[in-house]
């Protein structure tokens, strides 16, 4: 939009004036068939309320709920009655279950849940030694893409116990602050390249065959590797990679499963923003890269979003301002309140108009995405009635 | 006349407006005649949109704005690969193997196994950016300003020494990951937070001062962004946020006068929590600066209006 290129600045302007899909929270959650719905944004865009939120609206829709939050601010945590990180759902109390629905939230460890698949999908010797391994160690609370990726292997649990035993019929997830676009969708795959890639492989028993012709070249890398790396890092990967590989197939299956779900009808994805313009660019990023993977979008949730309901001008409510300050200066009337709420309404509707602007930019550069806007809250969201305000407004056509 | 700190590195919570911070201290140190880097670290484009330039590729170094006073910012987008294959040939003469092992997926390998080295190879470069002579100069730049990774990873990532604990015990990496140290620990490097007046953000914040204070690191500003200055007194504002202040605007209609005081007791509300979490933040006993929030959104003129902002309210001079 701002790269000076014409055919796109018409576009914006003959798409400016078009109606934008409305996005019909109350009839996702409504479908039955909607069985997991993710939130994902970028850091700040207010993921984990708009997670909280929906998930709590569908509870009291009469849907069996749990949301999968990851990393939440302690209050809002508090609020639905996850304090502790124990990576186990827990009910959340006080909530309206006259419809028939129920809430349990968690928060996500993603150490205990590496831990737990190594234990449930080994022996114990075996368990045992690659939970005191110290590249295991590294991985399991340093790698980038653990997070991610036990977020998507937690989400596969949780899924297989909600078709198991009917607990929860809708999985509301919240995704990690990605560094990139949908870091969670790569990781999974950027983890198994790392554990069965080839280079890994060379640095295990002495390759046979036709890999050995290769490996002259390798081994004066590997010595490179090794030099920086050190010996003893290189000898808990082998160790490490040995004890896993018979536990990897089955991550990476598992993983396969989880994304085959992802992008099932039973699933669907929002994309979360504010109408600034670095979240919307990130937000139009993920809408395309969604779209590239053909994952089912439902729409963009935008949060924050400024309005007044008094009709005037910034620059009407700054000469009105003008005029009250110089008559206050001739008469010694005191009327600074007045000035000061006239001044405050003109930065409020500057502030109304840079968004619009930013917004209908977003709508015209990716034109038949459904948008449902969230007002700008007068305080932080930090227990359920406002929570609950948060899905009026989530559902709400404006 | 230099610059008090040679590097600055600004850190703040996703949706703080930690890069446009950044940018505009960058700016705010490009007084006449001098040169200042900026770099990121996490290849979001994040420094070509805010200057509307093209994308950074490599390890180019790019001239992005001259400013009204007349120095010049350049840009640079760090890479962890690029960085490795730098210091592979370097230290090991290896430019060639560099390109092969990336090649072979060794580098995303090697900073895979060791997620602290991508940092100490990112740090390393700030590093050497900081150090570097060139002709008829002291030093390449006058200071190096750092977009670095969001509060809640800060400390590890600045952290190097704990990063190549399990490292090799010997060699350049770890003779490396000393000098990087000790340059950050130095009296002339200063770590900035960017924050919002929003609990969140200053919780963040807090936490991030009591993760840095350990690493011997120097704390600069803690940047409150955003801000809506009022002229109001305490009182009159918490007169205001109830509501239940009749306001005569003469020219309006009652109803409309009714509807500006309303949107005003919640402007006031938010003012009197945002004044809460400004005590909040003094408790820290650190310098703060307060940027006032542009309504009409970030471009060049806004970045450089914060600029002057930044610079009336930071020291940024040697004295």
């Known amino acids: 939009m701002t790269d000076g290129n014409p055919a796109k600045a018409f576009q914006a302007q003959t798409h400016a004036g078009l109606a934008v899909p409305f996005l019909d929270i109350d009839k996702i959650i409504g479908d039955r068939e909607t069985k997991i719905i993710i939130c994902c944004g970028s850091g700040g865009v207010g993921k984990t309320t708009t997670s909280a939120a929906l998930a709590l609206r569908a509870a009291e829709a009469g849907r069996k709920v749990v949301v999968l939050t990851i990393d939440p601010a302690r209050r809002l945590a508090q609020s639905l009655g996850v304090g502790e990180l124990d990576n186990t759902p827990r009910p959340v109390p006080m909530i309206d279950t006259a419809a028939g629905g129920s809430l349990d939230a968690m928060m996500l460890d993603m150490k205990n849940t590496f831990d737990d698949v190594v234990i449930a999908h080994s022996t114990p010797e075996k368990a045992e030694a690659i939970l005191q391994n110290q590249f295991y160690v590294a991985l399991s609370s340093e790698f980038s893409g653990t997070q991610e990726y036990m977020a998507m292997e937690k989400l596969g649990q949780l899924h297989s116990e909600a078709e198991a035993n009917g607990t929860w019929d809708l999985i509301v997830v919240d995704t990690p602050p990605a560094r990139s676009a949908l870091d969670f969708l790569d990781a999974p795959e950027h983890l198994s390249s790392l554990l069965d ?44 990679v040995r004890a896993f590989e018979a536990l990897f197939g089955g991550f990476r299956q598992r993983a396969t499963a989880t994304f085959q779900l992802l992008s099932s009808r039973h699933s669907t994805f929002l994309v979360v923003a504010t109408p600034q313009h670095d979240a919307l660019r990130e937000a ?10 053909d994952m089912p979008i439902s729409g963009m949730v935008i949060n924050r979003v400024h309005a007044s309901a008094l009709a005037i001008s910034p620059e009407r409510a700054l000469s009105l301002a003008e005029d009250l300050s110089l008559a206050e200066d001739l008469a010694d009337a005191s009327t600074p309140l007045e000035v000061e709420a006239l001044r405050r309404h003109a930065n409020l509707m500057r502030l109304v108009e840079t968004e619009t602007r930013q917004m209908e930019r977003f709508a015209s550069a990716r034109p038949g995405i459904a948008q449902t806007q969230v007002q700008s809250l007068p305080s932080d969201v930090t227990d359920l009635v406002t929570l609950r305000r948060v899905g009026v407004l989530l559902a709400d056509k404006d | 006349m230099s610059p ?37 670290v996490e290849g979001r484009n994040g420094i070509s949109e805010l200057f509307d330039v093209p994308q950074f590729s490599g390890t180019e170094e790019r001239r992005i704005s ?10 640079l987008s760090i890479d962890a690969e690029d960085a490795l294959i730098e210091y592979l040939d370097t230290f090991y003469h290896l430019s060639i193997a560099g390109k092969a092992l990336d090649r072979f997926g060794a580098v995303d390998f090697a900073t895979s196994i060791a997620p602290g080295l991508r940092d100490v190879l990112l740090t390393g470069k700030v590093y050497e950016a900081v150090r570097r002579k060139i002709k008829n100069r002291p030093n390449a730049y006058d200071a190096v300003v750092l977009d670095a990774p969001p509060t809640g990873r800060i400390a590890h990532f600045l952290n190097v020494h704990a990063a190549v604990a399990g490292l090799a015990k010997v060699g350049p990496i770890r003779n490396q990951a000393d000098s990087i140290m000790r340059m950050l620990r130095s009296a002339t490097t200063v770590v900035h937070l960017v924050t919002l007046l929003e609990d969140m953000p200053v919780t963040e914040t807090e936490e991030a001062v009591a993760a840095l204070r350990p690493t011997q690191i120097r704390i600069g500003t803690v940047i409150e962004n955003m801000v809506s200055p009022t002229p109001l007194k305490h009182d009159q504002l918490q007169a205001a946020a109830t509501g239940s202040i009749a306001l005569k605007v003469p020219g309006l209609t009652i109803k409309q006068n009714q509807a500006l005081a309303s949107e005003f007791a919640i402007e006031a509300g938010r003012t009197l929590q945002e004044q809460q979490r400004h005590d909040r933040l003094r408790t820290l006993k650190l310098p703060l600066a307060h940027i006032a929030f542009d309504h009409g959104g970030i471009d060049e003129g806004a970045v450089l209006a914060i600029a002057e902002q930044l610079t009336g309210q930071m020291s940024l001079e040697a004295p």
Do not use: W
Not at chain 1, 284 to 292: H, P, S
């Open chain 1, 284 to 293: 139009a990023y993920f809408v395309d890269r969604l779209t590239e993977e």
């Open chain 2, 4 to 40: 008090r700190h040679t590097l600055h590195i600004v850190s703040g919570k996703g949706g703080t407006g930690k890069t446009t911070i950044a940018g505009a201290l960058a700016c705010a140190l490009a007084t006449s005649g001098r040169r200042i880097l900026l770099c990121e």
């Open chain 2, 66 to 75: 001259r400013t009204p006073a007349g120095g010049v910012v350049h840009g």
């Open chain 1, 197 to 240: 890639g080839r280079f890994l492989r060379l640095l295990l028993p002495p390759a046979r065959g036709p890999l050995r012709l290769m490996s002259a070249g390798f081994s004066m890398m590997s010595a490179v590797i090794t030099r920086i790396l050190g010996t003893q890092i290189i000898n808990d990967v082998k160790t490490f």
